[in-house]
C-alpha cells in the first residue's frame, strides 16, 4: 500500500517506521535538520518492541514528489493543521483516506471541511515517544492508535485501515465512539501537558506532588463540564483512571514539554483554549484553564518572538 506519513515526528516518525518495515510503501513528509538527517542517514527508531532502521523509502518536504497515495497519516501538531491540510492535493487520489494522529478533538472536522469528498478518520494516539535528534525518535511505551469514523459509523474503508495497522503490528482498534475517546484524551493533555510545561515537571513528579495533582483534578472537571457541551459524558471515574495511568508511565515528559525544550510552538489552544472557549460559549467559565492559557500563550509568544521568520 503508498502511504504518506505528514508529519514524520515522535508519533508519524514511529508508525511509519513499522508500516515501512512491513513492504509498505511509505513517504515521509518532513522539514529542517530532521529531514537532512533522514535523507542522509535514514529513520532510526529505538523501540522497547525492536529497533528500527528505515532507508529505503522516500524523505521529502515536497508533496508533489510523492503523488497520490491510498492512506495519509496526519501526524502535524493542532496550529498547523488547516494551513498543512491544504496542501495535501498532490497526494489525494479518488479513494485516499485521511487518519488524524493528533492531539486535539477537533482536527478531523477541520480537515474534513477542505476534503468533503474524502475519508477524515479520526484517530488517538497512546503512546510514549520523543525525537532523540535529527532523523532519531525513542518509543519508550505504549504504541496503540484508537480510531473510527467522526460520525461513529463503521464502514469498509475503516476495517481496510485497521487491516493495515494490525498486518505492520501496530496495537489498533476501531471505536465507533472516537470523539469521546479524543475528550478522554484531553482528559489527560489539558492538564498534565499545561502542568509539565509551567513546572518544568514530568508525569513522575506531577503525581507524586499533592498540590500539582490538585491542579491536574481542577482542570480535568473544567475538561468535563466542556465535554458536556458537545454532547459527551466524560465519567468521574475516569479521573482516578487518568491518574492511575500516569503513575505507570514515569519521568515521561509530556510532547509539550519537549516542544518547550525545543523551542517549538505549543499546542495551548488545542489543549486548554477550546475548554475555555466552550465553556465561555456556554456563559461558564474555565479559571484554571484560563490560567494556563494566558501563561502558555506567554510562553509560546516569547518562544516565536525568538525565532527569525525562517525559523518560525
Given at each position: 500500500m503508498r502511504i504518506?506519513?505528514?508529519?514524520?515526528?515522535?508519533?508519524?516518525?514511529?508508525?511509519?517506521?513499522?508500516?515501512?518495515?512491513?513492504?509498505?510503501?511509505?513517504?515521509?513528509?518532513?522539514?529542517?535538520?530532521?529531514?537532512?538527517?533522514?535523507?542522509?542517514d535514514g529513520l532510526a527508531v529505538e523501540s522497547y518492541r525492536g529497533n528500527l532502521r528505515i532507508r529505503d523509502a522516500l524523505f521529502t518536504d515536497d508533496p508533489t514528489q510523492v503523488g497520490a497515495v491510498d492512506?495519509?497519516?496526519?501526524?502535524?501538531?493542532?496550529?498547523?493543521?488547516?494551513?498543512?491540510?491544504?496542501?495535501?492535493g498532490p497526494m489525494m487520489g479518488p479513494e485516499t483516506i485521511i487518519l488524524s494522529l493528533q492531539n486535539g478533538v477537533d482536527n478531523p472536522d477541520k480537515i474534513a471541511r477542505l476534503w468533503k469528498n474524502h475519508h477524515v478518520l479520526a484517530g488517538v494516539?497512546?503512546?510514549?515517544?520523543?525525537?532523540?535528534?535529527?532523523?532519531?525518535?525513542?518509543?519508550s511505551a505504549g504504541g496503540q492508535i484508537v480510531f473510527g469514523e467522526p460520525?461513529?459509523?463503521?464502514?469498509?474503508?475503516?476495517?481496510?485501515?485497521?487491516?493495515?495497522?494490525?498486518?505492520?503490528?501496530?496495537?489498533c482498534e476501531v471505536n465507533r465512539e472516537i470523539?469521546?475517546?479524543?475528550?478522554?484524551?484531553?482528559?489527560?493533555?489539558?492538564?498534565?501537558?499545561?502542568?509539565?510545561?509551567?513546572?518544568?515537571?514530568?508525569?513522575?513528579?506531577i503525581v507524586e506532588s499533592g498540590a500539582l495533582t490538585k491542579l491536574a483534578l481542577d482542570c480535568m472537571a473544567e475538561v468535563q463540564e466542556a465535554a458536556t457541551t458537545q454532547a459527551v459524558d466524560l465519567s468521574p471515574?475516569?479521573?482516578?483512571?487518568?491518574?492511575?495511568?500516569?503513575?505507570?508511565?514515569?519521568?515521561?515528559?509530556?510532547?509539550?514539554?519537549?516542544?518547550?525544550e525545543a523551542g517549538k510552538p505549543l499546542e495551548y489552544e488545542a489543549f486548554n483554549g477550546i475548554v475555555v472557549n466552550l465553556l465561555e460559549r456556554a456563559g461558564k467559565r474555565a479559571p484554571t484553564n484560563q490560567v494556563f492559557y494566558s501563561a502558555l500563550k506567554y510562553l509560546d509568544e516569547k518562544i516565536r518572538g525568538q525565532k527569525t521568520p525562517r525559523e518560525s
Open positions: 504518506a506519513v505528514m508529519g514524520a515526528g515522535a508519533v508519524g516518525g514511529y508508525f511509519g517506521a513499522r508500516l515501512a518495515a512491513t513492504s509498505n510503501q511509505v513517504a515521509f513528509i518532513a522539514r529542517g535538520d530532521h529531514l537532512t538527517a533522514l535523507r542522509r492512506l495519509i497519516l496526519f501526524c502535524v501538531k493542532s496550529y498547523d493543521t488547516e494551513p498543512v491540510a491544504q496542501s495535501l494516539v497512546y503512546i510514549a515517544s520523543e525525537i532523540l535528534g535529527p532523523g532519531r525518535i525513542k518509543h460520525n461513529g459509523q463503521a464502514q469498509v474503508t475503516t476495517e481496510a485501515v485497521e487491516r493495515l495497522l494490525a498486518s505492520a503490528e501496530i496495537s470523539r469521546a475517546v479524543q475528550w478522554r484524551k484531553l482528559l489527560w493533555n489539558a492538564p498534565f501537558c499545561a502542568i509539565s510545561c509551567l513546572t518544568r515537571a514530568t508525569v513522575k513528579e471515574a475516569l479521573f482516578d483512571e487518568t491518574l492511575h495511568f500516569s503513575k505507570g508511565i514515569g519521568d515521561f515528559k509530556p510532547s509539550m514539554l519537549q516542544d518547550l
